[in-house]
């Protein structure tokens, strides 16, 4: 079992920053077991994919519409994942989830965190 829990979200007028974290504790898995992401939901639409970052090489992916403003990265250190956003836009607005993903040998799972509301004003 995974546990992942965001924080970080808020009010920011149109073309501010904030970075969102999700601190990541698991019982039977360590942090290098996980492939970590971020997706959000906006009211009255479906949960979408923003960002992602993979265990093995650290190679990154994110959604067309965050390219060159968000940077997802990981601490494992910390055992947290973030999430930069840049030049943030009305449309962004959005509860952001945190998600990780168990990479093998271990057994599959996928995990949610409670997800951190984020509002940008114009």
């Known amino acids: 079992q995974v546990q992942l829990a965001e924080s970080g979200g808020g009010l920011v007028q149109a073309g501010g920053s904030l970075r969102l974290s999700c601190a990541a504790s698991?019982?039977?898995?360590?942090?290098?077991?996980?492939?970590m992401g971020w997706f959000r939901q906006a009211s009255g639409k479906e949960r979408e994919f923003v960002a992602y970052?993979?265990?093995?090489?650290?190679?990154?992916s994110y959604a067309d519409s965050v390219k060159r403003r968000f940077t997802i990265s990981r601490d494992f250190a910390k055992n947290t994942l973030y999430l930069k956003m840049n030049s943030l836009k009305p449309e962004d607005t959005a509860v952001y989830y945190c998600?990780?993903?168990?990479?093998?040998?271990?057994?599959?799972?996928?995990?949610w965190g409670q997800g951190t509301l984020v509002t940008v004003s114009s």
């Open positions: 970052i993979r265990l093995n090489d650290g190679s990154t």
């Open positions: 998600n990780a993903n168990t990479v093998p040998p271990n057994s599959p799972g996928v995990y």
């Open positions: 698991a019982r039977t898995f360590s942090f290098s077991d996980l492939d």
